[in-house]
């Protein structure tokens, strides 16, 4: 590892006059120090911004929240506002890493972690993302749980925070600290990017912003997360599908979907949305409004299997979501040998 | 392959370790900090890349808390910072100057083990051993995150105030801390004793609560059924 320079910082303010070029922010580090050991990493500075006073939790008046970017993400799992107003960012988040990570990963840090790509994260392979311009080995190698949708023949990863998918369905915003002056809040959907054909970057941060909150409006919806993996617990996503379903009347009124396991970023399922809104909320609905989403994708050699998974998934969390039922009927996380689901 | 190390001139070939020479970036930079560890502070200097792991094992020659992955992924370097559970290897020593730590070593209460360390004893809930002092942090996380009502990815109904630690909650709570030696079952039971005699303790805890207040009593026998249906 290279040695690096280690500050602490005490204000936001702060942290942004202590970021140098070379410099990198520092959470509970179990994603950067990792990168760091594995030499993909290369700062000569850490700005340690996990003492900084942004460990709150607020609930506003209308049922929204705002989320600190140094709250623990086993904090943000356990908070009983957050359970009870929007499940599916706790269900998220507990379906991520494992109990001592949870303890030491911050939100800002889970936003930001990079992929989980194997060439990524083996400095002696070539990688655009890590090294533009030297290829993507990922393309015609190993990719069986890289991207289906939104990918360029750049860069095939995907993102890896199970958390994140859960913001991209509820609408969260990023308040980010711009280096170049003040802090306004980015739609998730604006904060990461598809990779195109500059994969080194995986959002549209500028060096030296710092995230300082996330911000959740109510959802109003009954909402759940949903993931499969290749073993049942401590294990990325193959797909995940965080939901919210509004059905009146047997109708569906409203309904919020977005995957994980399959893009660049999370893909909120716009397309499946619009053609689930207003029509009658039962499988059949739900399986046509797959449908309409998956039909965007564009498989790779080893992973068309995530289209029918992830169909069968989004199908099988809104029927959960409209008959009122939990996972599997017996409450359990759903894995592999889950039936029906592959 | 070398391409990729070619662009960015810190890359030594080989992937950024360098194999015993001098590291890219300039000297080593090292730091004062304090650290409480099972209860005795030691004031120490690091090099700022050290993690706690290596602090513990390496400065202090604790060398309960073991080196399996050095990646997150096994579990066996758990220790409890500042009472949670945390994975040794990833944290950085430097970014816990002050922090109190407790290792396998603190567990017991000097030659008294903890109810925890009495049951792997008793259901044999190891083998080798060599995953057994993250366990045995980890485990000991476990119960009171529960105890604090922290849900887990089984939990039925995340919004309940208190989860029960069945054995599905209890392999969900513990898959960060994998067995070579594959001594998962006992461990389990070894954990679900522990948590079943505490739950049996704060059942009798709240009766007597009860015939000392007799006011109250129909309703502290309501609460002492409660915990004992969990
Ligand atoms: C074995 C293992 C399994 C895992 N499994 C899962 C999983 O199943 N699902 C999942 O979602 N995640 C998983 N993770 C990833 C884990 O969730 C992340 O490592 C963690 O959330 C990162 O948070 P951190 O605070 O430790 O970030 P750090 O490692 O400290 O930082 C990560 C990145 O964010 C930047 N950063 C941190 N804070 C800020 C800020 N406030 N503003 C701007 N930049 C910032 C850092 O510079 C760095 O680039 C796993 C990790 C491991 C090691
Ligand atoms: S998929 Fe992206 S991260 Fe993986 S090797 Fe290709 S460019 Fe690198
Ligand atoms: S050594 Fe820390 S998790 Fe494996
Ligand atoms: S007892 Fe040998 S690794 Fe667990």
Redesign the interface.
């Given at each position: 590892?290279?040695?690096?320079?280690?500050e602490?910082a005490g204000t936001a303010d702060d942290a942004l006059a202590l970021h140098d070029g070379d410099a990198r922010y520092?959470g509970?580090?179990?994603n950067l120090?990792?990168l760091?050991?594995?030499?993909?990493e290369?700062p000569?500075r850490?700005v340690?911004v996990?003492h900084l006073p942004l460990d709150r939790i607020e609930t506003g008046g209308d049922g929204g929240l705002v989320i600190g970017a140094t709250v623990r993400n086993?904090d943000l799992?356990?908070d009983?506002s957050v359970?009870?107003s929007h499940?599916v960012l706790?269900?998220a988040v507990?379906?991520g890493?494992?109990?001592?990570?949870r303890?030491?990963a911050t939100v800002g840090g889970n936003l930001l972690q990079r992929t989980r790509c194997p060439y990524f994260q083996?400095?002696?392979?070539?990688?655009n993302k890590?090294?533009?311009?030297?290829?993507c080995p990922a393309y015609e190698g190993e990719h069986h749980n890289l991207a289906i949708l939104g990918h360029s023949t750049a860069c095939v990863a995907t993102h890896p925070s199970d958390m994140a998918v859960a913001l991209a369905a509820l609408d969260a915003r990023v308040r980010v600290r711009r280096r170049s002056g003040g802090e306004r809040p980015v739609p998730l959907g604006d904060f990461y990017r598809l990779p195109g054909d500059d994969p080194s970057r995986d959002t549209t941060l500028e060096p030296g912003d710092l995230v300082t909150a996330v911000e959740v409006p109510p959802v109003g919806m009954p909402s759940r997360y949903r993931k499969v993996r290749e073993r049942?617990?401590?294990a990325f996503a193959l797909v995940s599908v965080a939901a919210a379903l509004d059905v009146a009347d047997g109708e569906v009124r409203d309904c919020r979907i977005a995957l994980g396991g399959v893009a660049h970023m999370p893909w909120r399922a716009r397309r499946a949305e619009e053609v689930l809104r207003g029509l009658p909320a039962n499988e059949e609905s739900y399986i046509r409004a797959a449908e309409a989403e998956l039909e965007l994708a564009e498989p790779l050699r080893d992973n068309a299997y995530k289209v029918p998974l992830a169909t069968n998934l989004i199908a099988r969390t809104l029927s959960e979501l409209g008959s009122g039922e939990?996972a599997g009927g017996?409450?359990?996380?759903p894995g592999p040998s889950d039936g029906g689901l592959s | 392959m070398d391409s990729a190390n070619n662009s960015d001139g810190d890359v030594p070939p080989g992937g950024g370790r360098p194999p015993g020479g001098a590291p890219p970036g300039g000297p080593p930079v090292r730091a004062v900090i304090t650290l409480v560890v099972n209860g005795t502070e030691h004031r120490i200097g690091v090099d700022t890349r050290a993690s706690l792991l290596d602090v513990l094992r390496e400065d202090l020659g604790l060398t309960g808390s073991k080196k399996g992955c050095d990646h997150g992924q096994c579990g066996a370097c758990t220790i409890l910072l500042d009472g949670r559970r945390a994975n040794g290897c990833l944290a950085l020593a430097v970014a816990h100057d002050g922090a109190r730590i407790t290792t396998v070593e603190g567990l017991a209460d000097g030659d008294r083990l903890s109810p925890l360390q009495e049951a792997f004893i008793e259901y044999d809930a190891f083998q080798c051993g060599y995953c057994t002092p993250g366990q045995l942090c980890s485990a000991t996380a476990v119960l009171d995150e529960a105890a604090a009502g922290w849900p887990s990815a089984v939990t039925p109904d995340i919004t309940a105030a208190t989860p029960m630690l069945d054995a599905a909650e209890i392999r969900e709570r513990m898959s960060g801390n994998l067995c070579r030696c594959g001594a998962y079952v006992n461990i389990v039971a070894a954990l679900r004793d522990t948590a079943e005699r505490a739950e049996r303790q704060s059942a009798a805890d709240a009766a007597r609560a009860t015939s000392a207040a007799s006011d109250a009593r129909s309703e502290a026998i309501g609460h002492a059924q409660g915990v004992g249906r969990r």
């Open positions: 590892m290279r040695p690096f320079v280690y602490r520092l509970g580090g179990t120090v990792d760091m050991r594995l030499g993909v290369l000569g850490l340690d996990a086993s799992a356990a009983p359970r009870a499940p706790a269900e507990l379906a890493a494992s109990g001592q990570i303890n030491l083996n400095a002696g392979k070539p990688c890590r090294a533009p311009g030297s290829g049942a617990s401590f939990r017996d409450g359990r996380a | -």
